[in-house]
């Protein structure tokens, strides 16, 4: 407890909780579900789309990394704009924010439910409500992690960590047997669709690299907030 009786969050996340918590929102539904919806827009080049996103988001998460060492307390963004801006703006910021989670957490529950649904069929086992209701296992999900956010963050933080390396192992295997499948000779031109069909690829599949923003959102419940939320020496200026 504070000083002042209110209630101080605990500060129980190290540098591997609060990395996995960023990867594991980058390992998402932005991988697993839009990618196929950004080959359809843009074909070969949706590769290109990452590629240009990755590089967009480098910037601003470096920013976000010294924002969070520099202010660091629970809110991400909406702890920054509150420093410099009136309240209100904040207060807008603060709303807004809440929303996109609000969206992108039920972007990732259903691209959950839908793969489960699928991976079960493949062994013909049988789903209660698993054709007609498959979204019942979206909200199993969200009531799943609730229960554990409220339990603690470390436990919360612990299952994120142990979600995140499973789905690393499940992409590691994929590209180890699919390396020695690819045939240089079916590749397809890389712009089929026009090199302009990128950029509406970039805005679909972006929200799979805001998990820099998920790690500044934790700050004020790392441990050593100015270490673990720090962008490296090598990429700050001088």
Not at 54 to 66: D, K, R
Not at 176 to 195: D, I, R, V, W, Y
Request: charged share 10%; hydrophobic share 50%.
């Amino acid at each position: 407890m504070s000083q002042s009786g209110e209630r101080a969050p605990t500060t129980s996340l190290g540098l591997l909780d609060a990395t996995m918590v960023g990867v594991g929102a980058m390992i998402g539904a932005g991988i697993f579900v839009l990618t196929g919806a950004a080959a359809d827009i843009a074909g070969p080049a949706a590769l290109v789309a990452f590629g240009l996103n990755g590089g967009v988001t480098a910037f601003t998460a470096l920013s976000y990394a010294e924002l969070a060492a520099a202010i660091p307390r629970n809110g991400g963004g909406y702890a920054y704009v509150r420093e410099a801006f009136p309240p209100v703006v904040a207060f807008v910021m603060g709303w807004t924010r809440w929303f996109t989670y609000m969206v992108a957490g039920a972007l990732y529950a259903l691209g959950f439910s839908s793969n489960f649904v699928e991976f079960v069929h493949l062994y013909d086992l049988a789903l209660p409500f698993g054709e007609t209701f498959p979204e019942l296992y979206a909200l199993l999900v969200i009531v799943v992690f609730v229960v554990l956010n409220a339990v603690s963050t470390e436990a919360s933080g612990g299952a994120e960590t142990a979600i995140t390396l499973v789905k690393l192992a499940i992409l590691v295997v994929f590209v180890a047997f699919g390396l020695p499948q690819a045939n240089p000779g079916e590749f397809t031109p890389t712009f089929p669709n026009g090199a302009l069909n990128v950029l509406p690829a970039m805005g679909l599949t972006f929200i799979a690299f805001q998990g820099y923003d998920l790690i500044a959102t934790v700050t004020g419940r790392s441990r050593t907030p100015s270490r673990t939320s720090r962008a490296p020496s090598s990429c700050r200026s001088r």
